[in-house]
T-cell receptor, first 108, second 120 residues
Framework: GIQVEQSPPDLILQEGANSTLRCNFSDSVNNLQWFHQNPWGQLINLFYIPSGTKQNGRLSATTVATERYSLLYISSSQTTDSGVYFCAVYQQFNKFYFGSGTKLNVKP | DAGVIQSPRHEVTEMGQEVTLRCKPISGHDYLFWYRQTMMRGLELLIYFNNNVPIDDSGMPEDRFSAKMPNASFSTLKIQPSEPRDSAVYFC??????????????????FGAGSRLTVL
């Protein structure tokens, strides 16, 4: 199956700082989603972004499908941003492949 | 919409017991997925259904695991007999229409809150 690599694996930020999370994938994809798993374990969909750029408040995402990567930007981070961020890609046959995640800890 | 609803949220059982996890997908979603999350293996797709029919169960770890979807609003994942290595968080997710098609917000994978299973 398709390989999905996320970096960095761990990230510690001071509240108010900005960050960029990266997702690389090994083949062309039909769909890409970013999820946030909060400290209670819930997986929240952040973006559906197979290509282009989207913004939602302090978060934005860019996917460059031709170069097989996606970036998630978090600006002015808050403690509530803590958790694990997953990238998931869909190629075919309805199988989403998940990266191993970036664990973010935002300190007050 | 209430989202994807899973029950129970937490289950503690003893090795050898039968475990049944339940899921109600979002109304109108015709794809349903069962995932398992562990520290060692991350998120793994176990099985998925389309219009109540199992399409791919290649991720089901062994015969002790079975899943059913008797109607569009209900699915179960059963483990019999359970073993300590089955301890994990089990997620149900649904989507509509087929993941990967279209560009609207409806084409996204939406997860339930998960069922945390501990087998002693």
């Amino acid at each position: 199956g398709i390989q999905v690599e996320q970096s960095p694996p761990d990230l510690i930020l001071q509240e108010g700082a900005n960050s960029t999370l990266r997702c690389n994938f090994s083949d062309s994809v039909n769909n890409l989603q970013w999820f946030h798993q909060n400290p209670w374990g819930q997986l929240i969909n952040l973006f559906y972004i197979p290509s282009g750029t989207k913004q939602n408040g302090r978060l934005s995402a860019t996917t460059v499908a031709t170069e097989r990567y996606s970036l998630l930007y978090i600006s002015s981070s808050q403690t509530t941003d803590s958790g694990v961020y997953f990238c998931a890609v869909y190629q075919q046959f309805n199988k989403f492949y998940f990266g191993s995640g970036t664990k973010l800890n935002v300190k007050p | 919409d209430a989202g994807v609803i899973q029950s129970p949220r937490h289950e503690v059982t003893e090795m050898g017991q039968e475990v049944t996890l339940r899921c109600k997908p979002i109304s109108g979603h015709d794809y349903l997925f069962w995932y398992r999350q562990t520290m060692m293996r991350g998120l793994e797709l176990l099985i998925y259904f389309n219009n109540n029919v199992p399409i791919d169960d290649s991720g089901m770890p062994e015969d002790r695991f079975s899943a059913k979807m008797p109607n569009a609003s209900f699915s179960t994942l059963k483990i019999q007999p359970s073993e300590p290595r089955d301890s994990a968080v089990y997620f149900c997710a649904s989507s509509h229409p087929r993941p990967g098609q279209g560009t609207t917000g409806a084409n996204v994978l939406t997860f339930g809150a998960g069922s945390r299973l501990t087998v002693l």
